[in-house]
């Protein structure tokens, strides 16, 4: 069985994580970008390292927005819980 106030619990922490990084995220796809505007044709090596950061920072990301929506989700049951128990 799922323990929904755990779930709930950091989807709400991964939320306010979410919402404290949003800046950095911002700041870093941007410097990625740059750092690939900016780089010799021929820097194969580099341009698959700026890839897989940005890849990792995507992952990042989604990760997070996993946690929320399961945390969302277990709000929904928690509530549910309460009503029929009402």
Known sequence: MTD????????RRAGE????LEPYFDAIE???YMKFK???IRDEEGMVLLRLQHHAL???K????????????????????ENSNA
């Open 17 to 20: 994580l979410q919402l404290s």
């Open 30 to 32: 941007e410097r990625l």
């Open 4 to 11: 929904y106030y755990r779930d709930s619990e950091l989807g």
């Open 58 to 60: 995507g992952l990042l």
């Open 62 to 81: 989604q990760e997070l927005e996993t946690v929320i929506t399961t945390g969302k989700f277990a709000d929904v049951k928690l509530s549910e819980e």
């Open 38 to 40: 900016t780089a010799p």
